[in-house]
């Protein structure tokens, strides 16, 4: 069965610029959830989808966004880059919308310039 | 909201000793609290997890105890290896939701 996949892995972008960032959940999850991991925070949870629709949203300023498609399948946007916005972006998927094991991806790695 | 704050943020252990590592919350209302294992490149993967229902819960060398009253849990990994040398994250969530609230991370060392 394969796990989570996240794409793309790797990205470097300068102030300023957009991100869009994908995560394909295990198959039969319907829950998916983002989190953000720099050394110095932990992982902060940034939003939970379930059925396309946005169950829960941490505490990050209005340029983080996400959506979730049919499919399950998720994406996240950050606009308007700034050089704290460099960091690991987790996703994590869910079977159920209540609370259970979370399987992460390997993330993606953003390098803000 | 919910802070958890987790300790030792580094830890170095001889292999086959044990090693704690200790985490605290906030919030009374949470009720899930796994914990996570992350290695090098990789995403956190949950090791254990327990439920506030539940004082204590082992699988193999690793258990966790829960102390609802002073809102603090503990992992305990008894018989150190090599391959234990990862990142733990302790974790707290309300059964309402996939939210989750994690600690900042234990760098654990298992020293052959």
């Known amino acids: 069965k394969a796990g989570v996949t996240q794409t793309p892995r790797y990205l470097i972008k300068t102030r300023g610029q957009q991100v869009t960032l994908s995560c394909s959940p295990i198959s039969g999850h319907r829950s998916v959830s983002w989190y953000q991991q720099t050394p110095g925070q932990g992982l902060q949870f940034l939003f939970e989808y379930f059925s396309e629709t946005q169950r829960n949203k941490g505490n990050f300023p209005g340029r983080f966004s996400g959506r979730q498609f049919s499919n399950s399948r998720s994406e996240m946007n950050v606009s308007t880059l700034e050089l704290g916005d460099s960091a690991l972006y987790l996703c994590?998927?869910?079977?159920?919308?209540?609370?259970?094991?979370?399987?992460f991806g390997e993330g993606s790695r953003l390098t803000v310039l | 909201g919910e802070n958890v704050e987790q300790h030792p943020s580094t830890l170095s252990v001889q292999e086959g000793d044990s090693a704690v590592i200790k985490c605290t919350y906030s919030?009374?209302?949470?009720?899930?609290f796994p914990w996570y294992k992350q290695e090098l490149g990789k995403g956190p993967q949950l090791i254990i997890d327990i439920r506030s229902n539940v004082g204590e819960k082992k699988d193999q060398r690793i258990a966790v105890t829960l102390n609802k009253t002073a809102k603090h849990f503990s992992l305990h990994i008894t018989e150190t290896q090599p391959e234990d040398s990862a990142v733990y994250f302790c974790?707290?969530?309300?059964?309402?939701?996939?939210?989750?609230?994690f600690g900042t991370g234990t760098s654990l060392t298992v020293i052959p």
């Open positions: 994590a998927s869910s079977l159920t919308a209540g609370v259970g094991e979370l399987f």
């Open positions: 974790a707290a969530s309300r059964v309402s939701g996939n939210q989750f609230y």
């Open positions: 919030d009374s209302a949470s009720n899930y």
